[in-house]
T-cell receptor, first 113, second 111 residues
């Protein structure tokens, strides 16, 4: 069974640019979660999508947004990139409610210069 | 909002020594999960605890959920170099069903 996949694996952008990260959940999983893992700051919850709808959102500014498609894959968009957005962005999927086990993808490492 | 605190932030041990990381929640949890992230890798699910006072074992790893369902611990007996990584606890509770991660404990093992 294929795990959670994310693309791209690495990305370099400059301040002010926009970026789109992609995630494909495990087959049969309807929930997708996005986390930001900056150096030394642990996992910061960004967004939770389930059945195509945004269910919950972490303490991030509106320039962080996303969506979930009918096939349950998801995109994370970050506008007006700032230096502190440099981090590993992890996507996870689960069968449904967030209390279910979350399976993480390998992440996208974003560097903002 | 719900907060999950994890201590210590770092722990360095000699191979063969024991290791424990502790997790405390500001609110009562419905369940707690533990994840391990190897250096350069992504978090991998280890276990989920649901019942008050629950204890689960996986080989040298022992997981406990407190009686009040507000704290948990992970204990590793006789650490090995393969145990190196960051161990995260994550709690779920309340009406928003958001899984809140602790900041993790980075374990390093000296061979």
């Amino acid at each position: 069974e294929a795990g959670v996949t994310q693309s791209p694996t690495h990305l370099i952008k400059t301040r002010g640019q926009q970026v789109t990260l992609r995630c494909s959940p495990i087959s049969g999983h309807t929930s997708v979660y996005w986390y930001q893992q900056a150096l030394g700051l642990g996992l910061q919850f960004l967004l939770w999508y389930d059945e195509g709808e945004e269910r919950n959102r972490g303490n991030f500014p509106p320039r962080f947004s996303g969506r979930q498609f009918p096939n349950y894959s998801s995109e994370l968009n970050v506008n007006a990139l700032e230096l502190e957005d440099s981090a590993l962005y992890l996507c996870a999927s689960s069968l449904g409610r967030v209390s279910e086990t979350q399976y993480f993808g390998p992440g996208t490492r974003l560097l903002v210069l | 909002g719900q907060q999950v605190m994890q201590i210590p932030q770092y722990q360095h041990v000699q191979e063969g020594e024991d290791f424990t990381t502790y997790c405390n929640s500001s609110t009562t949890l419905s369940n707690i999960q533990w994840y391990k992230q190897r250096p350069g890798g992504h978090p991998v699910f280890l276990i989920q605890l649901v019942k008050s006072g629950e204890v689960k074992k996986q080989k040298r790893l022992t997981f406990q959920f407190g009686e009040a369902k507000k704290n948990s611990s992970l204990h590793i007996t006789a650490t090995q170099t393969t145990d190196v990584g960051t161990y995260f606890c994550a709690g779920s509770g309340g009406s928003n069903y958001k899984l809140t991660f602790g900041k993790g404990t980075l374990l390093t093992v000296n061979p």
